[in-house]
């Protein structure tokens, strides 16, 4: 199959080596892109943990030097790609939830820390981490550290391919990259291709932006494994 992979870097051409070991052929095409904010060195304050949504929240933390200061506190991640983000970044104690908010809410809430935790976030995020961990009690410093920034053009490559009918399927991985995808595509006026694809989707909450192409289809739980299973049973 032919798959169009909408991560970012580096992520996608991890994604793209996997797919193509799995005899796929790959278009890149990443619809958001790392741009790291200017922090100060005590950003975290008094912090006595932290939070983690996003490897992405991990690099803009190596990106401030940030690490050496911070990497003896205990660190609370949403899946295993950011907990081992963070373990190569070098902190030491890294627990994981199960891939998404709710988990990462509940894994820090039964960790019985009251904190408080510092949560390097996204400028645009998709849940409200904060505002869960403060309901339960846990004090909770979110610090903007990072933005995605949406593509503003496909490259020709894919435009042709798109065109051409030549694209099987697509991977999302989040809300915000269909719907950059799709903003992107109304403008080239290429969405029209789109109902002959596939949208594999990382989630329900992903899938639901999701409309405009011919199938959509849902991974059992929220991770690339679970994606990959979806790629799996389209063959079989």
């Known amino acids: 199959m032919k798959i169009l992979v909408t991560r970012p870097q580096p992520e996608a051409d991890k994604t793209a080596r996997r797919l193509v070991a799995m005899g796929h052929e790959v278009v890149i095409e990443p619809m958001l892109h790392f741009q790291p904010l200017s922090l100060c060195g005590g950003v975290a304050g008094d912090a006595k ?14 990106f401030n030097d940030l690490v050496s200061s911070l990497q003896q506190l205990p660190v609370f991640c ?11 970044a070098g902190f030491h104690r890294v627990m994981r939830a199960h891939g998404d ?8 809430v039964e960790s019985h820390l009251k ?6 976030a996204a400028v645009d995020r998709s849940g409200d981490l904060a505002g869960r961990l403060m309901q339960q009690g846990v004090a909770c410093r979110m610090v903007e550290t990072y933005q995605m920034v949406a593509a503003a053009k496909l490259s020709q490559i894919t435009r042709d391919q798109l065109q051409a009918g030549g694209v099987d399927c697509a991977l999302f991985y989040s809300a915000r990259t269909v719907q950059a995808f799709l903003n992107v595509s109304n403008l080239e006026k290429t969405i029209v291709f789109l109902n002959s694809m596939k949208a594999l989707c990382v ?6 932006h999701a409309a405009s192409f011919g199938e959509v ?17 389209l063959q079989g």
């Open 49 to 62: 943990a932290i939070a983690v949504t996003s490897a992405k929240a991990i690099e803009a933390l190596v």
């Open 78 to 88: 949403v899946g295993d790609a950011t907990a081992k983000a963070a373990e190569f």
């Open 115 to 120: 904190g408080p935790f510092f949560y390097p």
């Open 101 to 108: 908010v709710d988990s990462l809410a509940k894994l820090i």
């Open 203 to 208: 989630s329900k909450r992903v899938a639901e």
């Open 217 to 233: 289809l849902v991974a059992k739980t929220p991770s690339e494994e679970s994606l990959f299973e979806l790629l799996t049973s």
